[in-house]
């Protein structure tokens, strides 16, 4: 079955829609990678301008903490009642005196701290609380003193801060604070109390409101959620936070996130922003999208335009290569007809005048076969019928049979068998029993032209004698055997043939009891037989003209490596010739009706 060959129009299609596609991909795949780069810069500058609002907002709210405790730290009438020893004052106008100096503190810290609802305010002295905007009911500020931070906050120096995030339990109620704490130093440079303001941590979280899967959240130098949208994670370590971020995004729970950080001025805190990676690219890769669909469409319009084309281009090829095809089909009347202004149509005219010079040629070739023929046919006419000689021998044999020459008749007989054989050419193959007939014929002529009496043995194996065989492939070998073999004696030639079991070979063997051959001789003859030269020409002694040699080159050239031979000869006892080849049945249907015996 033979395979279908693509057309050359569906080549050219293929071939288009290739250089479309694989640019079209390129150039999606190359924009794809050279945008992620502009796409994240544009994310995290767009990250960092809305933390930026974020981050002054938080630091605002702590930068108004810090104001408000300077204005305790700084007031010296607030130190010197922090370290006034109330149990000293002796006389009654002193103590006067403090209640004043003290219920008028009290006055201006309410109305610096009660209008902070966010904020507990909570000035301690050494043992006891000086100040509270809170009521006590709501929280007992005498914890403070068994608070772990405050002991740190007594430890720090002037003016520094403590932040710390934390819980507290107001009103029966946990809530989530911020702590800021400072000590209160006097003018002898000695601890006279603290102020600790707590803010709610709700007042962060509101600024760090969730909008399109971002996280904000607000981490302490340690890397500890202080305030964050979820406050179940509030007091989660990011042990991916180190204070300082090297690279623009993050990996964390099997995704990847874009990273902002802003740090914050009234402390070493920082407002960071997670921002998931595919859903910030989305839009944008929605935007490379969409373009690559526009592309894909004009690409696509493009295409259909050129398949027209090549259509229209490959239809008279397609024409043409039809035509050629009822060519090979033997309609060498039709014509093309496709005259293109281009090569095609050039190469078709060109294919119409070679049918016509071709069609010229066969009819003027056919004129010259049939005045061939003629000539031969006058010819033929012109010579004698062998026909008409073999007929006349056969009359003139029994014309001899009538006078009782029986002897002659058989020869003359013989002779008609074996012409008859001889000038019949037009089938190589016969029949080995015909064959082994036409030797009889032939040695009864031997024997009465040599005066010797050499005897025929035929041995055929049963089914043997209808394998076609070449004609006259064992007469050369009876010639030889009675011509060297014999040299004027009696003797015995015997054949032998048989088949192989599979009748895939058929072997021959044709031997007799003459003189034999001396062990050169015999080198000498199987060397020739082995040469594949061209037999020479020249007379032959035989009667068809071809020897030993001969039959083994013809056989040769016939089944090639399949023919084996061997000649085995001994003097004084004989010489016997082995003949192997394949058998082919199909070659006995072309063999020509002969009469090998006399009439």
Not at 158 to 186: C, F, H, K, N
Not at 238 to 259: A, F, H, P
Not at 366 to 381: D, F, G, H, V, Y
Not at 494 to 518: F, K, Q
């Amino acid at each position: 079955m033979f395979k279908r060959h693509q057309s050359l129009r569906m080549k050219l299609v293929w071939s288009a829609l290739y250089c479309i596609l694989i640019p079209l991909a390129i150039i999606y795949l190359v924009t794809n990678y050279v945008t992620k780069d502009m796409i994240l810069d544009k994310a995290v500058a767009n990250s960092e301008n809305a933390l930026r609002v974020t981050s002054t907002e938080i630091n605002g709210f702590f930068e108004q903490s810090l104001e408000m405790t300077n204005f305790v730290l700084m007031n010296n009438e607030i130190r010197h009642l922090l370290t006034a020893n109330k149990t000293e004052l002796a006389s009654g106008e002193e103590r006067r005196n403090y209640s004043l100096a003290y219920s008028r503190l009290i006055r201006i810290l309410d109305d610096l701290f009660l209008q902070e609802t966010d904020m507990r305010v909570t000035i301690l002295g050494t043992d006891t609380p000086f100040y509270t905007n809170y009521s006590h009911s709501d929280y007992n500020p005498n914890q403070f003193y068994e608070w772990d931070g405050l002991k740190q906050i007594m430890r720090m120096p002037t003016y520094s801060a403590l932040w710390m995030g934390g819980r507290s339990t107001v009103d029966g109620q946990e809530e989530y604070t911020i702590t800021l704490g400072r000590p209160v130093i006097s003018s002898a440079n000695t601890r006279a109390g603290s102020i600790i303001v707590q803010m709610n941590e709700r007042v962060i979280r509101s600024r760090l409101a969730q909008e399109s899967g971002r996280q904000l959240m607000l981490l302490d130098g340690d890397g500890t959620i202080v305030s964050h949208q979820d406050p179940s994670r509030i007091g989660e370590e990011m042990e991916w936070w180190t204070g300082k971020r090297d690279s623009r995004t993050l990996e964390m729970d099997g995704k990847e996130y874009i990273v902002t950080a802003q740090a914050l001025s009234s402390n070493d805190w920082h407002v960071v922003s997670l921002i998931p990676l595919s859903a910030e690219i989305k839009e944008n890769k929605e935007i490379l999208f969409t373009s690559f669909l526009v592309q894909a469409l004009f690409f696509t319009l493009f295409f259909i335009l050129l398949t027209i084309r090549i259509t229209s281009i490959t239809r008279p090829i397609a024409r043409l290569s039809k035509f050629v095809t009822d060519i090979g089909q033997g309609r060498l009347d039709a014509r093309n007809g496709i005259r293109e202004p281009n090569e095609v149509g050039q190469l078709a005219r060109t294919i119409d005048y070679m049918l016509d010079r071709i069609q010229d040629m066969i009819e003027q070739t056919t004129q010259e076969q049939a005045k061939k023929r003629k000539a031969e046919l006058e010819m033929l006419q012109a010579q004698i019928n062998p026909h008409f000689m073999f007929n006349l021998l056969n009359s003139i044999r029994m014309n001899i049979l009538v006078e009782g020459d029986k002897a002659n008749a058989e020869l003359i007989g013989s002779l008609s068998s074996l012409l008859r054989m001889t000038f019949n050419r037009d089938n190589e193959f016969i029949p080995l029993q015909e064959e082994v007939n036409t030797l009889s014929h032939y040695l009864k002529l031997m024997n009465f032209r040599h005066a010797n009496q050499v005897k025929l043995h035929a041995r055929l194996e049963e089914g043997c004698g209808e394998v076609p065989v070449p004609r006259f492939i064992i007469q050369p070998l009876i010639e030889n055997s009675v011509i060297h073999g014999f040299e004027q004696f009696d003797g015995d030639i015997y054949i032998e043939a048989a088949c192989s079991p599979d009748r895939s070979m058929l072997h021959i063997c044709v031997r007799d009891n003459g003189t034999g051959m001396a062990p050169e001789k015999l080198e000498e003859l199987r060397d020739r037989c082995e040469r594949e030269t061209q037999p020479e020409e020249g007379p032959s002694n035989g009667f068809s003209g071809i020897g030993v040699k001969n039959v083994f080159q013809r056989l040769r050239l016939i089944y090639g490596e399949k023919f084996l031979s061997d000649i085995q000869s001994e003097p004084g006892v004989g010489t016997a010739i082995h003949l192997s080849f394949p058998i082919d049945d199909e070659r006995g249907d072309h063999h020509a009706d002969s009469d090998s015996g006399g009439r």
